[in-house]
């Protein structure tokens, strides 16, 4: 069961955020309130009558619209024909199609041109050509699955202006996320879910604080500390990047010109807006790619390979039709340690090798020897996180650590890879949540359009200041 | 359950096609598993057996070899011909030389594919099936002009002295040794692909050449070994073939009906890629192709049901194991794995 005798009630005018660690069962609320999904029992009611919903068709029709994760554009067409394309069977109610849009564009603030092909626009602009589409349709009540996990940085501030404007112009918002910071910021009333139950919904005034949230979410006390000071006497250097430069598929420069150091016992994060160069620039570190120039020299015990999270967990982190033994080994199954005579692997070792990772993680596994495809995605991710800090090695390279794990997995995921920064391991980090960079990394170096603009040590680093280097080349940098 | 409707099904189509089931089916199962053919059913076993093993190791990699019908033509023309030239040979010897040039020969036909596939990604189901033209059309050429034995009737070469041939194991039978390497061969494949790093290897890049990559596995290398251990299994078969049961090459040295190499194929699939399943299912479907012949000589079925029955058999099996996974995933479901 997903969802248990949920009451939820959302009105026209405010931004309502549905809060809950992953697999709560925010979505599955959502989808029965959108017509995604049929209740086993229960009743949903529109204006005070009583409706039933069998498609999402008929939940717009009582002008309920829910935006999904994945984008459903098609890119390859332009922003007016996409927008058409969601109108099919519907164009005659609308009075004046351009005018509406015009209308549209300025609550949304959008601003693109109509006969652009989506494919050329930014992710927070698709996004928007979403909303936009549902709005057209006549929806009041909008409800948003996760949005703001596709954006980064600033835009994430931006969209959560937006939810306010559209609350403004008299539309239901209901916001669902796992990031407290987020649903506290922009939402007038904040329902937690855990375990499939709506704990509370509280208004914004009731609100003390995050930690009380927190607590709701997880049910019970936890204390997020976190070490954050630490002695980094020694400055020897575990990687060193000179001048790379790096090209995609399509051979363009991703990477250009890039030089940085990860010391021992450090945290380097590194920053920018999605598609600035990270992805090639941690594919050429961990010999995924080769570059075109520039140098990339290790100072570690080279007979282990570096750790490496990779952000496609599905598709690169685990090997699905694997079991789950054989996945905690994935990358060292030919040491030593893990292999007996004739080619032979030792299983025995591999499997407490593999104990010693769920445990330590709380992967939830009915046992070993199940294929990994059937551990949901953030079991999935705990093994991979597990592997890759249990292995022996003195660098890892850490892509989106934390993304799709619950609150709890999450602090204890950044804890772990403090703790491994104080026992001498050099870790650079790659992510696109700020906060997240903030907290744990000693230095913090911003990439754009794939060059290093900027490394900030701790103490100088601000969100703000950090914001401004990943996005805008125009703005005006400051004391240089 | 699969099997039943299979034969359900392929009991109308007797009945339309003007047989009597009843009589068709008690044929078919006395081709194919009574005392006096079950080691004829063996017999086509062998073969299946060999190319599928190979092919359990090259689809786990999830690279599609398809051209195991013309790994096993040159495999086996590499036998017969060779054979030739070494007439005089004492017995294991000259034996075993003919084994390895088989071997050889469907490594090497597998090569170029192999290597299109992993260093330019081109696709190697296409240009495999396109091999097996190419090599049965060079066979046939080989065995009309060159080759050809001149006093037969048939495109045939001329059969082999005695002392190369594979012994029989079980007197009166045409059951040789080859059966026994192949057996011999399903713990082997097995061990490789489930206990050893090699094996490990190959399912990794099975599951995604990208995982491949990450855990640091030279994928365009494994995929060449992954497609010359089945070139290798195929050749040997049609090696073993020659060598144990036609003593000489013919160009039906795999039968029109159900030829070895693709049937092989079915096999593999219906077996899970799982040696010790590959291997029943290929004895099932030697007795399946033995069974249907006996059907058509003795229930006046015409040969062209009993190849329709046989990949009827082998669809039904499909669709059925296709039913239980979905049943397991919605058990996992209920368990709440998900």
Same mark, same amino acid.
């Given at each position: 069961?997903?969802?248990?005798?949920?009451?939820?009630? %959302?009105?026209?005018?405010?931004?309502?955020?549905?809060?809950?660690?992953?697999?709560?069962?925010?979505?599955?609320?959502?989808?029965?309130?959108?017509?995604?999904?049929?209740?086993?029992?229960?009743?949903?009611?529109?204006?005070?009558?009583?409706?039933?919903?069998?498609? !999402?068709?008929?939940?717009?029709?009582?002008?309920?619209?829910?935006?999904?994760?994945?984008?459903?554009?098609?890119?390859?067409?332009?922003?007016?024909?996409?927008?058409?394309?969601?109108?099919?069977?519907?164009?005659?109610?609308?009075?004046?199609?351009?005018?509406?849009?015009?209308?549209? #564009?300025?609550?949304?603030?959008?601003?693109?041109?109509?006969?652009?092909?989506?494919?050329?626009?930014? %992710?927070?602009?698709?996004?928007?050509?979403?909303?936009?589409?549902?709005?057209?349709?006549?929806?009041?009540?909008?409800?948003?699955?996760?949005?703001?996990?596709?954006?980064?940085?600033?835009?994430?501030?931006?969209?959560?202006?937006?939810?306010?404007?559209?609350?403004?112009?008299?539309?239901?918002?209901? #916001?669902?996320?796992?990031?407290?910071?987020?649903?506290?910021?922009?939402?007038?009333?904040?329902?937690?879910?855990?375990?499939?139950?709506? %704990?509370?919904?509280?208004?914004?005034?009731?609100?003390?604080?995050?930690?009380?949230?927190?607590?709701?979410?997880?049910?019970?006390?936890?204390? !997020?500390?976190?070490?954050?000071?630490? !002695?980094?006497?020694?400055?020897?250097?575990?990687?060193?990047?000179?001048?790379?430069?790096?090209?995609?598929?399509?051979?363009?420069?991703?990477?250009?010109?890039?030089?940085?150091?990860?010391?021992?016992?450090?945290?380097?994060?590194?920053?920018?807006?999605?598609?600035?160069?990270?992805?090639?620039?941690?594919?050429?570190?961990?010999?995924?790619?080769?570059?075109?120039?520039?140098?990339?020299?290790?100072?570690?015990?080279?007979?282990?390979?570096?750790?490496?999270?990779?952000?496609?967990?599905?598709?690169?982190?685990?090997?699905?039709?694997?079991?789950?033994?054989?996945?905690?080994?994935?990358?060292?199954?030919?040491?030593?340690?893990?292999?007996?005579?004739?080619?032979?692997?030792?299983?025995?070792?591999?499997?407490? #090798?593999?104990?010693?990772?769920?445990?330590?993680?709380?992967?939830?596994?009915?046992?070993?020897?199940?294929?990994?495809?059937?551990? &949901?995605?953030?079991?999935?991710?705990?093994?991979?996180?597990?592997?890759?800090?249990?292995?022996?090695?003195?660098?890892?390279?850490?892509?989106?650590?934390?993304?799709?794990?619950?609150?709890?997995? &999450?602090? #204890?995921?950044?804890?772990?890879?403090?703790?491994?920064?104080?026992?001498?391991?050099?870790?650079?980090?790659?992510?696109?949540?700020?906060?997240?960079?903030?907290?744990?990394?000693?230095?913090?170096?911003?990439?754009?359009?794939?060059?290093?603009?900027?490394?900030?040590?701790?103490?100088?680093?601000?969100?703000?200041?950090?914001?401004?280097?990943?996005?805008?080349?125009?703005?005006?940098? !400051? &004391?240089? | 359950?699969?099997?039943?409707?299979?034969?359900?099904?392929?009991?109308?189509?007797?009945?339309?096609?003007?047989?009597?089931?009843?009589?068709?089916?008690?044929?078919?199962?006395?081709?194919?598993?009574?005392?006096?053919?079950?080691?004829?059913?063996?017999?086509?076993?062998?073969?299946?057996?060999?190319?599928?093993?190979?092919?359990?190791?090259?689809?786990?990699?999830?690279?599609?070899?398809?051209?195991? $019908?013309?790994?096993?033509?040159?495999?086996?023309?590499?036998?017969?011909?060779?054979?030739?030239?070494?007439?005089?040979?004492?017995?294991?010897?000259? +034996?075993?030389?003919?084994?390895?040039?088989?071997?050889?020969?469907?490594?090497?036909?597998?090569?170029?594919?192999?290597?299109?596939?992993?260093?330019?990604?081109?696709? @190697?189901?296409?240009?495999?099936?396109?091999?097996?033209?190419?090599?049965?059309?060079?066979?046939?050429?080989?065995?009309?002009?060159?080759?050809? @034995?001149?006093?037969?009737?048939?495109?045939?070469?001329?059969?082999?002295? $005695?002392?190369?041939?594979?012994?029989?194991?079980?007197?009166?039978?045409?059951?040789?040794?080859?059966?026994?390497?192949?057996?011999?061969?399903?713990?082997?494949?097995?061990?490789? +692909?489930?206990?050893?790093?090699?094996?490990?290897?190959? $399912?990794?890049?099975?599951?995604?050449?990208?995982?491949?990559?990450?855990?640091?596995?030279?994928?365009?290398?494994?995929?060449?070994?992954?497609?010359?251990?089945?070139?290798?299994?195929?050749?040997?078969?049609?090696?073993?073939?020659?060598?144990?049961?036609?003593?000489?090459?013919?160009? @039906?040295?795999?039968?029109?009906?159900?030829?070895?190499?693709?049937?092989?194929?079915?096999?593999? +699939?219906?077996?899970?890629?799982?040696?010790?399943?590959?291997?029943?299912?290929?004895?099932?479907?030697?007795?399946?192709?033995?069974?249907?012949?006996?059907?058509?000589?003795?229930?006046?079925?015409?040969?062209?049901?009993?190849?329709?029955?046989?990949?009827?058999?082998?669809?039904?099996?499909?669709?059925?194991?296709? +039913? @239980?996974?979905?049943?397991?995933?919605?058990?996992? $479901?209920?368990?709440?794995?998900?």
């Amino acid at each position: 069961m997903a969802v248990d005798s949920a009451d939820f009630t %959302v009105k026209v005018g405010e931004v309502h955020a549905l809060l809950g660690e992953n697999g709560a069962g925010k979505t599955t609320l959502m989808k029965i309130m959108s017509g995604c999904l049929r209740p086993s029992s229960g009743t949903i009611y529109v204006d005070g009558k009583r409706v039933e919903f069998k498609t !999402p068709a008929d939940a717009m029709q009582h002008g309920i619209g829910m935006l999904h994760q994945q984008f459903t554009l098609i890119p390859t067409m332009t922003v007016l024909e996409n927008i058409k394309l969601g109108l099919i069977g519907q164009r005659s109610k609308i009075g004046n199609l351009s005018e509406e849009i015009d209308r549209l #564009f300025r609550i949304l603030r959008l601003n693109v041109d109509l006969e652009s092909t989506v494919d050329t626009l930014s %992710v927070g602009e698709k996004q928007k050509v979403e909303i936009l589409r549902i709005m057209l349709r006549k929806a009041r009540i909008l409800i948003f699955d996760e949005p703001t996990s596709a954006i980064c940085g600033p835009d994430i501030d931006n969209f959560l202006q937006i939810l306010r404007e559209l609350s403004s112009n008299g539309y239901g918002v209901v #916001f669902i996320t796992h990031k407290i910071r987020e649903a506290t910021k922009v939402s007038d009333r904040i329902t937690v879910m855990r375990k499939g139950k709506v %704990v509370s919904t509280l208004k914004k005034e009731e609100i003390i604080d995050e930690r009380m949230l927190l607590e709701m979410m997880l049910g019970e006390c936890f204390q !997020p500390e976190l070490v954050k000071e630490k !002695p980094r006497k020694n400055k020897l250097p575990l990687l060193t990047v000179m001048n790379l430069m790096v090209k995609n598929d399509q051979g363009v420069i991703k990477v250009n010109n890039a030089s940085f150091e990860v010391y021992r016992g450090e945290i380097l994060g590194l920053i920018g807006v999605e598609g600035s160069g990270q992805k090639e620039l941690v594919e050429a570190i961990t010999g995924l790619r080769k570059p075109v120039s520039g140098s990339i020299t290790f100072y570690c015990n080279s007979s282990v390979k570096p750790g490496y999270i990779p952000e496609e967990r599905f598709e690169m982190g685990v090997a699905q039709s694997l079991s789950v033994m054989k996945n905690a080994v994935l990358r060292d199954f030919e040491c030593k340690e893990f292999m007996g005579r004739y080619g032979r692997l030792n299983f025995v070792r591999i499997e407490e #090798f593999a104990r010693r990772i769920v445990q330590l993680m709380g992967v939830k596994t009915p046992n070993l020897r199940i294929p990994v495809k059937y551990l &949901s995605g953030g079991n999935i991710q705990k093994l991979i996180v597990g592997r890759e800090l249990v292995r022996k090695s003195e660098l890892l390279i850490a892509e989106q650590p934390t993304a799709g794990l619950d609150a709890r997995s &999450s602090y #204890f995921v950044r804890k772990m890879l403090v703790d491994l920064a104080l026992n001498g391991i050099g870790i650079l980090l790659v992510s696109s949540d700020i906060d997240e960079v903030l907290e744990v990394s000693d230095r913090i170096a911003v990439i754009r359009d794939g060059k290093i603009v900027k490394i900030f040590n701790k103490d100088e680093a601000e969100p703000k200041k950090i914001g401004m280097y990943m996005l805008a080349a125009e703005v005006s940098q !400051p &004391s240089q | 359950m699969a099997i039943g409707v299979a034969f359900l099904l392929g009991a109308v189509i007797l009945y339309v096609a003007g047989a009597d089931p009843i009589v068709a089916y008690y044929w078919l199962f006395h081709g194919a598993f009574s005392e006096v053919s079950f080691s004829e059913t063996l017999v086509r076993a062998t073969p299946l057996l060999f190319i599928s093993l190979g092919l359990a190791v090259t689809f786990t990699a999830r690279v599609w070899n398809i051209g195991a $019908e013309g790994q096993f033509y040159i495999g086996a023309t590499f036998a017969a011909i060779l054979g030739l030239y070494l007439k005089d040979a004492p017995h294991p010897f000259g +034996l075993i030389i003919l084994l390895l040039a088989s071997v050889a020969g469907g490594v090497a036909w597998a090569f170029l594919p192999a290597i299109l596939r992993a260093y330019y990604g081109i696709n @190697e189901i296409i240009t495999t099936l396109m091999f097996n033209y190419i090599a049965i059309y060079t066979v046939s050429y080989l065995l009309h002009n060159p080759f050809r @034995e001149p006093a037969s009737m048939f495109p045939e070469t001329t059969t082999l002295p $005695e002392q190369l041939w594979m012994p029989i194991v079980i007197p009166g039978t045409r059951l040789h040794a080859g059966i026994l390497l192949a057996f011999i061969s399903i713990p082997f494949l097995y061990f490789v +692909l489930r206990k050893t790093a090699f094996g490990m290897k190959i $399912e990794i890049l099975g599951s995604s050449r990208r995982t491949a990559e990450y855990a640091g596995i030279d994928a365009a290398r494994l995929i060449i070994q992954s497609m010359l251990i089945s070139g290798m299994f195929a050749g040997l078969a049609g090696g073993i073939e020659v060598l144990g049961i036609q003593h000489k090459m013919r160009l @039906e040295i795999s039968p029109s009906i159900s030829p070895y190499g693709y049937t092989a194929i079915a096999v593999t +699939l219906l077996g899970y890629l799982n040696p010790i399943l590959v291997a029943a299912t290929s004895i099932f479907l030697g007795g399946v192709i033995n069974g249907s012949m006996t059907m058509h000589r003795m229930a006046n079925v015409p040969v062209g049901m009993a190849g329709i029955f046989q990949a009827l058999i082998i669809i039904f099996i499909m669709v059925g194991y296709y +039913l @239980e996974d979905k049943f397991a995933n919605k058990l996992l $479901e209920r368990l709440n794995l998900w």
